[in-house]
């Protein structure tokens, strides 16, 4: 009966510490220290109503937008259902979406100067990646630029604004998050709603 009393004492201290204490410790630091990182980077748009995360892709229709890679994650940019699509180099499956991409992108991006950019038609790991390389991006500079009708210098200098560099000068590569740079695209030059 002693062992059982001591058993159950132990229990319920490790519950308090690790089932109480710790998270409520953890949750009330990160709220102080990094309160926006830590109820999700979430954006507003000029409103101020939140408008999406920094940290989740979404869905860009319009081609006033830049766009960002396309999402595995449920039927697609679904936050509640991130994967990839486990799908091998050797998948019909796959090469028949990247290839219609392949033929979408192209059907979009007529005046678009080089290859297609591989992370334009390849899904991220998460299926909700909302970064892409500088190039990926400024590839989809002529297709912006006309929908807006701006100067593709115009666009050409909000990518350029928008790169983050690489983490600690060494870590990872240049990215652009296409939310936020889409954003600025609105707060330059108006909002586009037809046909978003």
Do not use: C
């Not at 089932?19 to 709220?31: C, D, E, M, R, S």
């Not at 954006?43 to 766009?67: H, K, N, T």
């Not at 396309?70 to 019909?92: E, F, H, I, K």
């Not at 990926?136 to 928008?162: H, K, N, T, Y």
């Amino acid at each position: 009966m002693t062992e059982i009393k001591i058993a159950l004492r132990m229990t319920a201290v490790t519950l308090v510490l690790t089932g109480l204490a710790y998270p409520l410790a953890v949750t009330g630091l990160a709220q102080a220290a990094f309160r926006g990182r830590a109820n999700g980077s979430l954006v507003q748009g000029p409103d101020g109503r939140v408008v999406g995360s920094e940290l989740i892709a979404q869905r860009f229709a319009s081609p006033a937008y830049f766009q960002p890679r396309p999402s595995a994650a449920g039927n697609g940019y679904d936050a509640a259902a991130s994967s990839g699509s486990n799908l091998g180099p050797t998948s019909r499956k796959l090469r028949d979406r990247i290839v219609a991409d392949v033929g979408r992108l192209q059907k979009e991006n007529p005046h678009a100067t080089g290859p297609i950019p591989a992370e334009l038609v390849t899904a991220s790991a998460s299926g909700l990646d909302p970064h892409l390389g500088p190039e990926a991006a400024l590839w989809q500079v002529p297709r912006v630029a006309a929908a807006r009708g701006r100067s593709a210098e115009e666009v050409r200098v909000l990518v350029d604004a928008a790169v983050e560099p690489r983490f600690l000068g060494f870590l990872g590569e240049p990215t652009v998050n296409v939310l936020l740079l889409n954003l600025e695209l609105d707060r330059r030059f108006g909002r586009r709603i037809a046909s978003d």
